[in-house]
C-alpha cells in the first residue's frame, strides 16, 4: 500500500524558510523520480520540483533559485528547502512520484499534505 507522510508547514513571514519532509512507504522508493505538488483551493494541484533517482533536480521558474528539493534514498524521505518564501506559496504540500523531470505522473494515492502559509 502506497502511502506518503508530510510535515514541516506552518505559518512564516514573507522572507523566511520552511523545511518540508515526506516519508514514502509502500514503494520501491530509490526507483522513482519524486516531487512536490502544491495545491491552493479552487486550483489544480502543481508540481513544483522533481528530483530523478539519479538526483537530477529541476523547478518551475516561479521556485526557480528558492526552492530545493533532495532525497535520502536510505530514509525513504523527500525533502523540499523553501527559501525566501513569498505569500503566493501559500499552498498544501504533498510529494508523490512523477513521471519525468516535472512531469506529472503520481501514484493514485496522496498523503494529507502539509500546510504552508506565508503572510505577515
Not at 28 to 47: A, D, I, K, N
Request: proline share 4%.
Amino acid at each position: 500500500q502506497v502511502q506518503f507522510v508530510e510535515s514541516g508547514g506552518g505559518l512564516v513571514q514573507p522572507g523566511g524558510s520552511l523545511r518540508l519532509s515526506c516519508s514514502a512507504s509502500g514503494i520501491l522508493f530509490s526507483f522513482y523520480t519524486m516531487g512536490w505538488y502544491r495545491q491552493v483551493p479552487g486550483h489544480e494541484r502543481e508540481l513544483v520540483a522533481t528530483i530523478t533517482s539519479s538526483t537530477t533536480t529541476n523547478y518551475v521558474d516561479s521556485v526557480k533559485g528558492r526552492f530545493t528539493i533532495s532525497r535520502d534514498n536510505a530514509k525513504n524521505t523527500v525533502y523540499l528547502q523553501m527559501n525566501s518564501l513569498k505569500p503566493e506559496d501559500t499552498a498544501v504540500y504533498y510529494c508523490n512520484k512523477a513521471r519525468a523531470p516535472l512531469v506529472n505522473g503520481p501514484f493514485g494515492s496522496w498523503g494529507q499534505g502539509t500546510q504552508v502559509t506565508v503572510s505577515s
